[in-house]
């Protein structure tokens, strides 16, 4: 049996350009349409395994049909350039895959496949799928034809065979053509007959079966307006039918025997995948050969009780890797150890190596010299084990961060097939995923592991210099290393939380909900589904008569902007705004918190992400303590369960003021933010002043509010219309405060616009540590993502400094407490904030502490200022 595949190949390369991010690579080059067709191709090639295979392409924008109608496929917008510049790059992946590639002037990618399919339709020994996105291919299925559409993404399809398109339309195969020329299509602009939908031309079909038998039986049709337009409109019907037909005699000079699948060029293909960057399709490929090869002739050896620890195994400098699967990150249970240096790569299963003293030794001597992959993991896994980790010099995973934060992945296997082609097997090929994930054999593991230790060990030198080169070598080595530890300590101490506080909040909650069901209820009418958008709708629109914001394909939005919108229309929408506020902090924080209490120490063991965002601040997960909503008072009330792990501890709260918008005084130089702050002053009420035109004393409550969103939409490069929406204003107006607000601030302005050239030029920006964030879409021809980029370069610089100087300060602190032997450590750190616990009889030390580090951290043309509480939960240290 011979499995004939055909591709539709530009349809797929519009799917998969429209339903993927606009990806691109180092230089610029547009890649996310290659990668969707890619993904498609591999995913077909694995689950049919065809014996023949072709991809048909439109040869132009005119073919046959443009002689019956001129206006064919008219009103469809033209092929974006972002696309158009990857067809050519699919072209030559398919050579790669030695996939013929087919087209032909005059002619379709459909009358292509239409023909090639039919060539071999009723052959016993073919069987034929196709792929597209295109629902007139479904005329070309019958009992050996198989068609498969694109569905949501590219990936997902639904199949149809003769059967589905019975059952999805009521009509056979050869009835689509009918159905299009009765209904037309507005995608290839067939006219059809006007106001004859799907619906009404399905009717039709069931009661005559073609369009043929609709005309035969004109004076059959029911309805005279349904009558009439068949009538006036019989030409275009029938032209229409004719423009769906699949043409099924194009002069094609290959046959489909001659499609035979062809061998891949490995080589071919995988250093494609290495210039688009496609690093997980390229480990999944199985990297470099010859570099293959070589990682898998490394000769690792497993020590045991046969072959006991030695000096050379642990000597200095050494690369340590540590395996730690994601489900064990809070009970710190190790998988396993491998080290690789100068003597040879050596496997240790976890048991032997931490209940080893000469290992443990060796860990904590802080004059060993100790390459790694993510540093504060290492140092997570091992404090769960009672092993202090000192000595830690180097992070593969860091600093691949800090080279290329756009980067798609900082995992071992990603950063050795981009930065030296090397191969090591991904996690997943190893361990499987989700639920299948399972470990291998020991000696499977001690490879798996030792290629990772002497992956770090391969890249630490190069990678060294890349830092260097980019002038980061002072940002990695006295900032984010050190902070990788701290973190790391940080997230294996934790912070107590009060287990019954919680769960009093969540019962009062509860009860507060259902007294807000019961108003919300008594002022809708009737009772209904609060939580069902689709009940929402009927009863604020259809009963209430509000007025209609926006509809989705279901129905009305109940969106939250659309409530919003709705406020002071009727009572229910402020009780229904504050039900989901509510809501979402029962279920969200309270539930969410009390699933993550460690059974064991009773805190809450937040995960810090150092290597996540662009622009180099911190996350936590696992819970995000960053986005407990504080504004509202019922969240701020959440942070009363954070408790100090010691009776007659505080807990203590520092907080940075303003600053980012002391980060932007600095860097832009600006001489009226400058002295605003040396002057002392509130900015908001000096912009407010500045941008009203009033004095200081006449700035009211309003003024500075409207100044705020202005002061901070400007470091986030915001738009006028952005202005508009967060102040509930006309476009005008908002323009006109951002117009003042420049005119006020020259430096400002004059910053914004040398930055973005600045990036322009050098295709990245810079914090005042060194930080880097390229924007390649700077030079994009599409004006929301050249737009978008340039905010970004704008607002990276003062966010991404701000990030810099917190961080930067948390090393500082960590220093200056363990130099001042004191007993207090360091919790958390949210934004702008760092949380201590402080013994009481250190308080007045940490006062002065706190404020000497933090506003010292950095020198800055304007004052840094630290504001400082503390108290017995955190709630009242702020």
């Known amino acids: 049996m011979n499995k004939f595949v055909l591709i539709d190949g530009n349809s797929i390369a519009y799917r998969a350009f429209f339903a993927l991010p606009l990806l691109n690579t180092d230089k610029g080059v547009y890649t996310n349409a290659v990668y969707g067709f890619t993904t498609m191709l591999l995913k077909v090639l694995e689950e049919q395994q065809p014996t023949h295979l072709a991809v048909a392409f439109d040869a132009g924008k005119t073919t046959f049909r443009h002689e019956t109608f001129k206006e064919y496929k008219g009103k469809r917008e033209k092929t974006p350039p972002e696309l158009a510049e990857q067809l050519p790059v699919m072209r030559d992946l398919l050579k790669a895959f030695r996939i013929d590639s087919i087209e032909l002037d005059q002619y379709e990618a459909d009358d292509i496949i239409g023909t090639l399919s039919t060539q071999v339709a009723e052959d016993e020994e073919w069987e034929v799928h196709i792929y597209t996105g295109d629902k007139d291919l479904l005329q070309l299925v019958n009992d050996h034809v198989t068609v498969h559409l694109t569905k949501k ?9 003769p059967k589905q398109v019975d059952e999805r339309y009521g009509l056979t195969p050869a009835q689509i053509i009918d159905l299009k020329g009765l209904m037309g ?30 005309y035969e039986h004109l004076e059959e049709v029911s309805g005279k307006k349904l009558k009439e337009k068949l009538q006036d409109n019989e030409q275009e019907a029938r032209m229409s039918k004719q423009l769906a037909t699949i043409y099924r005699e194009v002069p094609l000079t290959l046959k489909p025997a001659d499609l035979a699948r062809g061998e891949v060029d490995e ?32 000769t690792i050896t497993v020590l045991s009780n046969d072959a006991p620890l030695l000096d050379k195994h642990l000597h200095s400098p050494s690369a340590l890797y540590i395996e730690m699967l994601e489900e064990n990150y809070h009970v710190g249970e190790i998988t396993g150890v ?26 904590e001597d802080d004059q060993t010299v100790i390459y790694t992959f993510d540093a504060k993991r290492t140092v997570v896994a091992l404090g769960w084990k009672g092993i202090q980790l ?13 080279i290329d934060p756009s980067a798609g992945s900082h995992e071992i296997a990603d950063i050795t097939s981009r930065k030296d082609g090397k191969q090591v097997q991904t996690d997943e090929a190893v361990y499987g995923k989700g639920k299948k994930q399972q470990l291998p054999e020991e000696n499977e593991l001690a490879q798996h592991l030792g290629r990772k230790a002497a992956a770090i060990l391969d890249l630490q030198e190069s990678l060294k210099k890349e830092l260097e080169d980019n002038h980061q070598w002072q940002l990695f080595e006295d900032l984010e290393m050190p902070l990788s530890v701290i973190l790391g300590r940080m997230e294996a101490h934790g912070i107590a939380v009060n287990q019954s506080e919680l769960e009093n909040m969540g019962e009062d909650l509860t009860k507060r909900l259902d007294e807000l069901e019961k108003k919300i209820h008594e002022a809708a009418g009737e009772t209904f589904n609060i939580n069902s958008p689709k009940q929402l709708g009927v009863i ?3 009963k209430l008569k509000l007025p209609v914001i926006k509809k989705t394909k279901t129905g009305y939005s109940t969106s939250a902007d659309v409530l919003e919108k709705l406020k002071g229309e009727h009572e229910v929408i402020d009780h229904i705004l504050f039900y989901r506020q509510l809501g979402k902090l029962n279920s969200t924080y309270i539930e969410g918190l009390l699933k993550v209490i460690h059974p064991v120490t009773g805190k809450i063991h937040t995960i810090f992400n150092q290597a996540v965002t662009q622009t180099g601040r911190l996350s936590s997960t696992e819970p995000n303590l960053q986005n407990i909503p504080i504004r509202l008072e019922e969240g701020r009330k959440i942070r009363k369960a954070f408790i100090p792990s010691q009776e007659g501890a505080s807990l203590f709260a520092a907080d940075y003021s303003q600053i980012e918008l002391r980060v932007l005084a600095h860097i832009s130089k600006d001489e009226n933010l400058i002295q605003a702050f040396k002057d002392g002053m509130d900015i908001h009420t000096k912009t407010a002043s500045d941008v009203f035109g009033v004095s200081t004393d006449e700035v009211t409550s309003t003024m500075r509010r409207t100044a705020k969103a202005v002061n901070f939409g400007i470091v986030y490069g915001i738009s006028d219309y952005g202005l508009s929406q ?18 006020s601030y020259p430096g400002v302005k004059k910053y914004m616009e040398d930055v973005v050239e600045e990036a322009r030029e050098k295709g990245y920006v810079t914090t005042m540590l060194q930080r880097r964030r390229y924007l390649p879409d700077l030079t994009s021809r599409n004006f929301n993502q050249r737009s978008f980029a340039e905010r970004t370069a704008m607002n990276t610089p003062i966010q991404g400094s701000a990030a810099d100087i917190i961080k930067k300060a948390m090393v500082d602190m960590s220093r200056a407490m363990k130099e001042a ?7 958390l750190q949210v934004h702008d904030e760092l949380i201590f616990e402080v013994p009481e009889d250190e308080i007045k030390t940490m006062e002065k502490l706190v404020k000497e580090i933090m506003e010292s951290t950095v020198e800055l043309n304007v004052p840094l200022l630290a504001e400082m509480e503390h108290g017995k939960t955190w709630y009242d240290a702020k």
């Open 185 to 214: 299509d507005s995608s290839d602009n067939i006219p059809g007959v006007p106001g004859v939908g799907e619906k009404t031309a399905l009717k039709l079909l069931n009661q005559f079966h073609s369009l043929e038998g609709v």
């Open 540 to 542: 604020l629109f259809d």
């Open 153 to 161: 993404g590219i990936t997902n399809v639904d199949t149809y065979q």
């Open 390 to 402: 000192n000595g830690i010099t180097f992070d593969v995973q860091m600093a691949s961060y800090l």
């Open 821 to 827: 032997e004191l007993s207090s450590v360091m919790l």
């Open 267 to 298: 080589q071919a293909v995988k250093q494609l995948f290495k210039e688009l960057e496609f690093q997980s399709l390229l480990s999944k490929f199985g990297g470099d050969v010859e570099e293959k090869v070589a990682m898998e002739n490394l």
């Open 338 to 363: 491998a080290i690789a240096n100068a003597a040879g790569i050596f496997y240790m299963s976890a048991d032997y190596a931490l209940k080893n003293d000469h290992f443990k030794a060796w860990a």
């Open 726 to 743: 967060n102040l509930g204003i006309s476009r005008k107006e908002a323009r006109t405060f951002i117009d003042r607000y420049f005119e």
